[in-house]
């Protein structure tokens, strides 16, 4: 049996998924599970890496185990996030996580070199404080840029360090805001304007590239030698992968609830960067026309917030039992990375004539009517720009274990719901590593 390793890794936690071909179609089973955070150190909300790249060679230690060797494995993880390493490879200050507030006030430093327009109208990408573009601007306010001789995106950087190869994969580079999307390069006319070393900025690669085999450590360390072969690496493009029909509107829904079609050419145009829609590159050079809404965060967050005395699915249940069906707007700036998510939603809620809800039910009944209510405006829009007329909605992702935010998105929404994987990215993965899209499942 041929074998294939899918390492998924997302805000809360990753893990390894080994698939194979059986009569044309792709099976799976989960090896290995673990748990990833945000953690703050010097005063900044980083990723800690060498910690993640320890479970990576934990869960391929275990396939060695289980006596199923893989062919190749390949890594994804979300956008936007990346590393500044020196000469000598060892990584500059920290990974910092896109929900640090390191990136406040760095919008307008790059809309002094290049416009908000000419940004869209050249990248396509949806103007967010998180995008590279404005990370790498508060790196080079802070300590500045010239010991910087890469910079990877987090999956690329992982896999530099399985196999010594520094490329860039398509998929998630788009996130930067620095790829142009036409051309799907590097925008160097942009890189240039906003001050950044070109030469930190690695080449750009199609997913499907092999990169190599595992540094001779890495080899012993695990107990085999594979290929190393980069997926689709962010994961909504891994998600989409599995998508059974591309003229359906897709959500893939986890932290973020990533919205959207596939494309096969961008929309750069003013009227689609005044509705904050994005065209991230995807596999097989299509594009992911999608808008970033504020997703299953809020509900991890207000569950966190009350010692997670409820789960998931108590909490989704009281939500139903609720007499609240007012509704937010997901995507308020201070429901990004705020102190407490539970008194920001109250405020809101205030602000907006609704009555500040108090009881955990009717707090996560405003979440859940927001999230489909957000769906259906999105929904509307990707219809008047694309001038077509959806009738399904494909949902994959970890939401689709809720099920009455199903049930509320077929509501507001009025399309048919096909229910996806909630392992979407990981099968995703594995099919790229085989060549197999769009991905049959068994």
């Not at 910092?96 to 990408?125: F, N």
């Not at 992982?158 to 398509?170: N, P, Q």
């Not at 509900?299 to 009350?306: D, F, G, M, N, R």
């Not at 259906?376 to 009738?391: D, M, P, Q, R």
Request: contains cysteine; proline residues 3%.
């Amino acid at each position: 049996m041929k074998y294939f390793l899918a390492i998924d890794i997302g805000a809360s936690g990753g893990i390894h998924m080994l698939g194979w071909v059986k009569d044309g179609k792709i099976c799976y089973e989960e090896v290995y599970r673990f748990g990833n955070k945000i953690r703050e150190k010097d005063g900044v909300l980083c990723w800690h890496t060498k910690a993640l790249f320890s479970e990576i060679i934990k869960g391929m230690k275990i396939c060695a185990e289980l006596g199923k060797i893989p062919y190749s494995v390949g890594i994804d993880t979300w956008g936007v996030d990346f590393v500044v390493l020196d000469k000598g490879s060892n990584v500059l200050g920290h990974a910092v996580s896109y929900r640090d507030m390191r990136t406040e006030g760095m919008e307008d430093v790059i809309a002094q070199k290049c416009t908000d327009s000419e940004l869209y109208k050249r990248t396509g990408i949806q103007k967010a404080a998180m995008n590279t573009i404005y990370q790498l601007a508060a790196v080079d306010a802070e300590n500045g840029l010239e010991d910087a001789k890469k910079m990877l995106m987090l999956p690329d950087y992982f896999h530099f360090l399985l196999c010594g190869v520094a490329k860039t994969e398509y998929t998630n580079a788009t996130t930067t805001g620095l790829v142009n999307a036409v051309t799907r390069d590097w925008d160097f006319e942009i890189i240039e304007k906003c001050g950044y070393p070109k030469e930190i900025f690695c080449e750009i690669v199609p997913p499907g590239t092999v990169l190599g085999e595992l540094l001779p450590e890495v080899e012993t360390a695990v107990g085999y030698n594979c290929k190393v072969v980069l997926p689709a690496t962010h994961d909504t493009a891994s998600a989409v992968v599995t998508m059974p029909d591309k003229d359906t509107i897709f959500i893939s829904s986890g932290t973020w609830s990533l919205m959207g079609v596939e494309l096969e050419a961008p929309d750069c145009s003013e009227q689609s960067r005044v509705k904050n829609f994005t065209n991230e590159g995807g596999y097989g050079s299509t594009y992911r026309y999608l808008k970033n809404i504020m997703g299953l965060w809020l509900i991890q967050s207000v569950k966190k917030e009350l010692d997670d005395k409820y789960t998931f699915d108590q909490l989704a249940t009281m939500a139903e039992a609720s007499d609240v069906k007012d509704s937010i707007d997901t995507n308020d700036s201070r429901l990004f990375s705020p102190k407490s998510m539970i008194k920001t939603i109250q405020t809101i809620c205030e602000e907006s004539g609704i009555t500040p809800p108090h009881d955990p039910g009717d707090i996560a009944a405003i979440i859940y009517n927001s999230l489909a209510m957000n769906y259906s405006y999105t929904a509307h829009e990707l219809e008047k720009l694309t001038g077509k007329t959806y009738e399904k909605i494909c949902i994959v992702g970890g939401g689709i274990k809720t099920d009455y935010l199903t049930r509320l998105t077929r509501q507001y929404c009025k399309k048919e719901i096909i229910i996806g994987k909630a392992e979407a990215t990981a099968i995703g993965n594995l099919a790229v590593q085989m060549g197999k899209t769009p991905a049959r499942v068994d």
